[in-house]
Nanobody, 124 residues
Framework: QVQLVDSGGGLVQAGGSLRLSCVAS????????MGWFRQAPGKEREFVAA???????EYADSVKGRFTISRDNAKNTAYLQLDSLKSEDTALYYC??????????????????WGQGTQVTVSS
């Protein structure tokens, strides 16, 4: 069992930056693929980024070049750096963890554990 606590959201102006953090419980953090999803009001939850246990990363086209996912296995923590924020990035952001053997991770159905969510609001 893994528990995830995500934080770091807030209100920021368009063009600004935020860094989200996700702290995981347990001793097997380094064996999981970590990821971030987001959900805007009235929309479905969508994939944002993922990082494998070997640190290979994957991004949604909408955030590629602006967001950076990383992990620190010594701290059981995953991060999502959000730069050049746009109003359309406004959403509730969720941290997630899943087994590393999944080859396709853009679907929310393969993710096992979820954080409680942290709100990101970008004002234009």
């Amino acid at each position: 069992q893994v528990q995830l606590v995500d934080s770091g959201g807030g209100l920021v102006q368009a063009g600004g930056s935020l860094r989200l953090s996700c702290v995981a419980s347990g001793r097997t953090f380094d064996t999981y693929t970590m990821g971030w999803f987001r959900q805007a009001p009235g929309k479905e939850r969508e994939f944002v980024a993922a990082i494998r246990k070997n640190s290979v990363t994957e991004y949604a086209d909408s955030v590629k070049g602006r967001f950076t996912i990383s992990r620190d296995n010594a701290k059981n923590t995953a991060y999502l750096q959000l730069d050049s924020l746009k109003s359309e990035d406004t959403a509730l952001y969720y941290c997630a963890a899943t087994y590393d053997f999944y080859s396709v991770v853009r679907s929310s159905t393969v993710w096992l554990y979820w954080g409680q969510g942290t709100q990101v609001t970008v004002s234009s």
